[in-house]
C-alpha cells in the first residue's frame, strides 16, 4: 500500500500569497496518477488536478500540479478568500487508493 | 449536470447492518466505475470499495473486506453500500464518487450520508 505523507498539515497565509502543497508517496506513483481535491467545511471533496498536473474543468489556472516519482506540489499562486480549505492528495496507480492526510490553508 | 444523491445513513447499534444508496443523474450511469469513500468525524478520506460498470468486479479495503457489500441497479441508476457487523470504527459520512473515465480518480462526488455506530 503507498501511504501519502503531506505537508505541513497547516498553511497560515494571508489573501493573495502564494501556497505551496507538498505530497510524499512511499513508493513511486507510476503514471503520475495523482489527484489533488479541496473540501471546504460541510462540503463534498472537489477535483483539482488529476495526473498530476491537468487541471479539472473549471479550476482557476492560480491552481497548479507538478511532480513525478515520490514527490507532488500542489501550488496556489495567489490565493483568492475562497482557497482557503482543507487539501488532499490521493493516488490511483494501484490498489489500494490512498488519501494523504490533509493540509488545512488557513487565513493567517 | 452529474448529480450523486447518498441516503440510507443513520445511528446503528455495535453489529448491526445498514444499507446505503446513492442515486446517479446526469450521465450515463452503467458506463461507470463507482467508489464509496468514507470520512470519520474531523479525519481524512478513506477508500472503502469499488464496482465495475457492470457490477461484474468489485474490490474492497481490508477492513471491511467479508462485512460490507458493493452493489449497483443500472435500471434504476443507483449504487449500493450494504454494510454489516458494524463497528464503533465505521463511524463516518459516506460519500459515493464517481471514478472518472479517463483515469482512476474521482471526478464527481455526493454530499455524503453519515453513519454512526454506537450503543
Known amino acids: 500500500e503507498i501511504v501519502l505523507t503531506q505537508s505541513p498539515g497547516t498553511l497560515s497565509l494571508s489573501p493573495g500569497e502564494r501556497a505551496t502543497l507538498s505530497c510524499r508517496a512511499s513508493?513511486?506513483?507510476?503514471?503520475?496518477?495523482l489527484a489533488w481535491y479541496q473540501q471546504k467545511p460541510g462540503q463534498a471533496p472537489r477535483l483539482l488536478i488529476y495526473?498530476?498536473?491537468s487541471r479539472a474543468t473549471g479550476i482557476p489556472d492560480r491552481f497548479s500540479g507538478s511532480g513525478s516519482g515520490t514527490d507532488f506540489t500542489l501550488t496556489i499562486s495567489r490565493l483568492e478568500p475562497e482557497d482557503f480549505a482543507v487539501y488532499y492528495c490521493?493516488?490511483?496507480?494501484?490498489?489500494?487508493?490512498?488519501f494523504g492526510q490533509g493540509t488545512k490553508v488557513e487565513i493567517k | 449536470e452529474v448529480q450523486l444523491v447518498e441516503s440510507g445513513g443513520g445511528l446503528v447499534q455495535p453489529g448491526g447492518s445498514l444499507r446505503l444508496s446513492c442515486a446517479a443523474s446526469?450521465?450515463?450511469?452503467?458506463?461507470?466505475?463507482m467508489h464509496w469513500v468514507r470520512q470519520a468525524p474531523g479525519k481524512g478520506l478513506f477508500w472503502v470499495s469499488r464496482?465495475?460498470?457492470?457490477?461484474?468486479?468489485?474490490l474492497y479495503a481490508d477492513s471491511v473486506k467479508g462485512r460490507f457489500t458493493i452493489s449497483r441497479d443500472n435500471a434504476k441508476n443507483t449504487l449500493y453500500l450494504q454494510m454489516n457487523s458494524l463497528r464503533a470504527e465505521d463511524t463516518a459520512l459516506y460519500y459515493c464518487?464517481?471514478?472518472?473515465?479517463?483515469?482512476?480518480?474521482?471526478?464527481?462526488w455526493g454530499q455524503g450520508t453519515l453513519v454512526t455506530v454506537s450503543s
Open positions: 464518487a464517481r471514478r472518472s473515465d479517463s483515469g482512476g480518480y474521482f471526478d464527481n
Open positions: 446526469g450521465f450515463t450511469f452503467s458506463n461507470y466505475w
Open positions: 464496482i465495475s460498470g457492470d457490477g461484474g468486479t468489485t
Open positions: 513508493q513511486s506513483v507510476s503514471g503520475r496518477y
Open positions: 495526473d498530476a498536473s
Open positions: 490521493q493516488h490511483y496507480t494501484n490498489t489500494p487508493w490512498t
